[in-house]
């Protein structure tokens, strides 16, 4: 999806247009004694060529029946940095959290215009690699000299779902943690915290103290209103800051029934703390990514 912003002309252009008018045809000089209206005579921005991709799947698992992949893509932004007069900038996003950068993916540098494997030399591999399963954009931006001053450009629907089992801590970094973040802002102190405490810039403990308050519910007995409801619950002085109907609740549901899930699962006398100590649980068979339709892959 190409977006194009245009920063900091309207005012100018519209003062402009102002003068002209009160000054009357006389007054303009460009074209004589035509009187003329800038947004009508106003320059074009001429299309911005997209970055180029593709994605190789690979199953990267030589035993019978189990079936783990890995994506590897390519890029070229060659003719799209024909464009670029100040700068550019790649990242990704995985699910709703994007990243600044593509270190996740194995960039050796994120200023390189081209990720590809030489075809004269197949050991030279320099493409991306994805192995959390979800679901992937690449984003490119750059910034360019338009008629009328800077514009941004971006582009984001270089898009792929790699299929697979995620870890309860990968769905919660994607998905989640955007959302609780916007909740830390109450629930960092006082009351809010004393019933879950979300501290600011701190994904690890934000992480880890929802999904101990999701398995302190789970073992309650107590008859009352339980995660996801209770975001939404008229009562619960942050229900003004998601609605039932947003994708932000229905991630935070996913999330919660994936905890559940993993709990039903789990030894007696062991709760979702312990069973996410180091990377997280894998999630359940039926919270994976599926293959998109004519997935196509090969065999390491």
């Not at 800038?38 to 593709?54: I, L, Q, R």
């Not at 008629?147 to 990968?170: E, H, N």
């Not at 619950?233 to 935070?252: C, D, K, R, V």
Request: glycine content about 8%; proline content about 6%.
């Amino acid at each position: 999806m190409f977006r194009a912003v245009r920063l900091s002309s309207l005012p100018l252009l519209t003062l402009a247009a102002a003068l002209l008018a009160g000054c009357g045809p006389e007054s303009n000089s460009r074209y004589g004694d035509s009187y003329w209206d800038p947004w009508d005579t106003k320059d074009t921005f001429d299309p911005v060529e997209a970055p180029s991709y593709s994605v190789e799947f690979v199953d990267t698992d030589d035993s019978d029946g189990e079936e783990i992949y890995e994506a590897r893509i390519t890029l070229d932004a060659t003719e799209t940095y024909e464009r670029v007069d100040y700068g550019f900038s790649w990242g990704f996003i995985r699910g709703t959290k994007e990243r600044e950068t593509l270190d996740p993916l194995g960039a050796s540098s994120d200023l390189l215009l081209v990720y590809e494997q030489n075809p004269d030399d197949p050991a030279e591999d320099n493409r991306l690699v994805a192995t959390t399963p979800g679901q992937y954009s690449i984003v490119f931006e750059g910034e360019s000299e338009g008629p009328l001053g800077k514009v941004t450009f971006r582009f984001d629907d270089l898009s792929f779902t790699l299929p697979g089992c995620p870890t309860t801590f990968d769905y919660y970094a994607d998905y989640v943690d955007d959302t609780l973040e916007v909740c830390a802002e109450c629930h960092r102190t006082g009351d809010p915290a004393g019933q879950l405490e979300l501290p600011i810039n701190d994904l690890e403990d934000r992480r880890q103290n929802f999904i101990n308050h999701v398995n302190n519910r789970i073992e309650s007995t107590e008859d009352d209103l339980t995660l996801p409801e209770w975001a939404v619950n008229p009562s619960h002085l942050g229900s003004s800051t998601i609605s039932e109907s947003s994708e932000e609740y229905q991630n935070l549901a996913t999330f919660v029934a994936m905890l559940e899930e993993v709990k039903a699962g789990l030894d007696d006398g062991v709760d979702l703390t312990s069973g996410n100590n180091t990377n997280g649980n894998e999630a359940p068979a039926e919270f994976c990514f599926a293959k998109p339709s004519g997935f196509a892959f090969t065999q390491e």
